[in-house]
């Protein structure tokens, strides 16, 4: 997989808020998903497909631990998200910057 691909899966998956919630509550890694489905009004079928979709984009991963499957966050695929939005960033504050300077200058030629 190239890396706009893993980046469209990436902010896919975290387009949702539930998923979203999971994101943050895998970062201690101490719940299964049948814990982490009783946080949510929704089946444990809905919640152990928002933890597939999750793992498919490689923001969690579930690990066995007896026989529980434990959840955690995979800390790599959020710095993937994050490394694209800080380029973002860095490509605004440039043209932002470039436009102010432009408005500066045009403004004391009046």
């Known amino acids: 997989m190239n890396a706009t691909l893993?980046?469209?899966?990436?902010?896919?998956?975290?387009?949702?808020?539930?998923?979203?919630?999971i994101v943050l509550?895998?970062?201690?890694?101490?719940?299964?998903?049948?814990e982490l489905a009783g946080h949510y009004p929704m089946s444990f079928a809905a919640v152990q497909k928002h933890v597939a979709v999750l793992e498919r984009a490689g923001l969690i991963?579930?690990?066995?631990?007896?026989?529980r499957k434990v959840v955690r966050t995979n800390m790599e695929g959020l710095q993937l998200a994050r490394g694209l939005l800080d380029r973002y960033e860095a490509l605004w504050r440039g043209r932002v910057e470039r436009m102010t300077n432009l408005i500066i200058t045009e403004g004391d030629d009046t």
């Open 6 to 21: 893993d980046a469209d899966h990436v902010f896919a998956a975290l387009a949702d808020a539930t998923r979203r919630d």
């Open 25 to 34: 509550r895998a970062l201690d890694g101490r719940e299964g998903v049948l």
């Open 61 to 67: 991963t579930k690990e066995r631990s007896g026989r």
